[in-house]
């Protein structure tokens, strides 16, 4: 079975800080997928970044970063200059190769404060 | 040009009252999902459908029943609602056809509260 742990609950940071959510996921499966999602403070689901577990590669996007690592199960999100727009619950979630589930953490609440 | 959109955005209602929360997505996509979040902002999966079609049902309440009358729509039915049901009810859709790779498209969700 799928399990993925976000251990911190929340987070709170001064604007420009930087920020580090850990996502760490269990299964024995070689072939599967992640992924983070983002709620605002408004509720809707909003998708990041899907990875595949054959590409290790870290991501850069704006100023989001992502690093994937095998060796430790873990596949941690970085937000790097904080702003107030990034207060959000943050999920990280898995999903296997032939398996349309998704199996999500119980997410990292982040508040930036000006 | 809302990609998945349901209705109603708010349902407050009794116990033992019969509902309906309605799914759209308008991206063409073949597969269609139910999640629920509660109150502790735990999402969990109840059902997934592909072109129609039930492929996923988790343990749910059999009070609980999904209709997809068209690959553009799934629909979710809650009878003898409790006050354990009040959660908050996402859609969601993805391509369909190669299942874990792809990524789901959420709708803005569903809040409801059942007194």
């Known amino acids: 079975a799928q399990k993925v742990t976000q251990a911190q609950t929340e987070i709170s940071v001064v604007e420009k800080e930087d920020v580090t959510l850990d996502c760490v996921y269990e299964t024995r499966d070689t072939t599967y997928y992640l992924f983070w999602y983002k709620q605002p403070p408004s509720g809707e689901l909003v998708f990041l970044i899907r990875?595949?577990?054959?590409?290790?590669q870290n991501e850069i996007s704006g100023r989001y970063s992502w690093n994937f690592q095998k060796s430790t199960s873990s596949f941690n999100f970085t937000i790097t200059a904080s702003q107030v727009v990034d207060s959000a619950v943050y999920f990280c979630?898995?999903?296997?190769?032939?398996?349309?589930?998704?199996?999500f953490g119980a997410g990292t609440t982040v508040t930036v404060r000006a | 040009d809302t990609a998945v959109s349901q209705t109603p955005k708010y349902l407050v209602t009794q116990m033992g009252n019969d509902k309906s929360i309605k799914c759209e997505q308008n991206l063409g996509h073949d597969t269609m999902y139910w999640y629920k979040q509660d109150s502790k902002k735990f999402l969990k999966i109840m059902f997934s459908y592909n072109n129609k079609e039930l492929i996923i049902n988790e343990t749910v309440p059999n009070r609980f029943s999904p209709k997809s009358p068209d690959k553009a729509h799934l629909n979710l039915h809650i009878n003898s609602l409790e006050l354990g049901d009040s959660a908050v009810y996402f859609c969601?859709?993805?391509?369909?056809?190669?299942?874990?790779?792809?990524?789901?498209?959420f709708g803005p969700g569903t809040r409801l509260l059942v007194l």
């Open positions: 990875r595949n577990s054959f590409d290790e």
């Open positions: 969601a859709s993805s391509q369909g056809g190669t299942g874990g790779y792809e990524t789901q498209y």
């Open positions: 979630a898995l999903s296997r190769f032939n398996d349309y589930k998704l199996s």
